[in-house]
């Protein structure tokens, strides 16, 4: 990661973790799959490590280098086979627009609403792809006297991926999400009423149902430590003295 003109980039996800749970899912399931088809229905134990799970993930990757004989290139924003694509700033403070071009007809789209007249249009993808950091120059300039909003649906219309980079009041205000039923209200006895991301997966037979509100501290002290653990009430007063367990923060 990073831009041709920097040194690399340390993503901001720890790939190995989402990686990893996404084999324990299917290991799950592998699993329940053989204890459903096993007479005795015998469960199995299971084991994996990040490092070979990252290792099948970028196996395509490490084929490439060793194809290609070097590192492959850092394009920061770009794309390798599309031009122009990239994250281009608007009006405002901190306002940006991603958008990616993908076709001959979607460049002379982009070229049409914001007004690249000349030979711009006719341009084709090598062509483009050559000159990328002039049409960047152009774009910039361009998007960097619009609102963000505002021209993503203008360009979305014009059939162009593009979309506004939001900021957590926007994404929280976001027509599309809120049509998608994404954010619920939850009230929580000590935070008041306040709306809250939701499942994203969505079941036509069993939708998600929000219940509860996030525990409060020591709200199931009772319930875990007596009912499930079968601890007297004189055990449990003993932990509240060491203050190993509490239902108030210190202090």
Known sequence: MGYPDTGPYKSGVAWAD???????????????????????????????????????????E????????????????????????????????DRWLALSVTSDGEWAALCRVAGLGGTWATLRLDERMARHDEIDALVSAWTA???????????????????????????????????????VDITHPDAATYPFPGLPIHLSETPATYRLPAPGLGEHNDEVFKGLLGMSDAELDALQALGIIAEEPPG
Not at 35 to 42: F, I
Not at 80 to 88: D, E, H
Not at 147 to 152: A, G, K, Q
């Open 145 to 183: 006297t619009q609102d963000h909003l505002e021209l993503m649906h203008r360009l979305q219309a014009e059939g162009i991926a593009a979309f506004a980079v939001l900021d957590a009041k926007e994404m929280l205000e976001d027509p599309h999400l809120r049509a998608r039923g994404f954010y």
């Open 62 to 93: 490490l084929l490439d280098a060793q194809v290609r004989g070097t590192d492959p290139p850092r394009l920061g924003n770009r794309h390798a086979y599309y031009a122009p694509q990239g994250a281009y700033r608007c009006r405002g403070d």
């Open 18 to 60: 989402p990686v990893a749970a996404i084999h324990a899912a299917a290991a799950v399931l592998i699993a329940l799959h053989d204890r459903a088809a096993d007479p005795e229905h015998r469960g199995q134990a299971i084991e994996l490590a990040q490092l070979e799970g990252m290792i099948c993930y970028i196996g395509e």
